[in-house]
């Protein structure tokens, strides 16, 4: 696949992560893509990923959506 200067940014609950430089390297390939710019927790969370995966996307963090909770 070819990387894109365009963010791609994915999301687990309320907390951000920009995942471009890591897509290239996601050993599920295109799945990552299919929730870019959406909710990935579910899937995040399923069978197939490792506990180390959790540990990994730190490093990828950006922020937190804002909430109406405050
Ligand atoms: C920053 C780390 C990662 C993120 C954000 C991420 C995200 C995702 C997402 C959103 C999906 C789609 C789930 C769905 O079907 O809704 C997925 C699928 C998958 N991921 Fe990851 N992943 C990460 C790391 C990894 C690692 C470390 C592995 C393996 C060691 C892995 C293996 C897979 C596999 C095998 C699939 C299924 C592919 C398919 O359905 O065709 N991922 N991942």
Redesign the pocket.
């Known amino acids: 696949m070819q990387r894109s200067a365009t963010p791609k940014l ?1 999301r ?1 609950r309320v907390q951000v ?1 920009d ?1 471009t430089d ?1 897509v290239d390297f ?7 893509l ?2 870019a710019g959406d909710d ?1 927790t ?3 969370y ?1 069978p ?3 506990p ?2 959790r540990d ?2 730190d ?2 963090y950006i922020g937190e959506l804002a909430t109406d909770k405050g």
């Open positions: 994915t687990l992560y995942v890591y996601h050993p599920g390939a295109d799945a990552i299919r929730r990935s579910a899937g995040f399923g197939q990923h490792p180390t995966t990994l996307i490093e990828y």
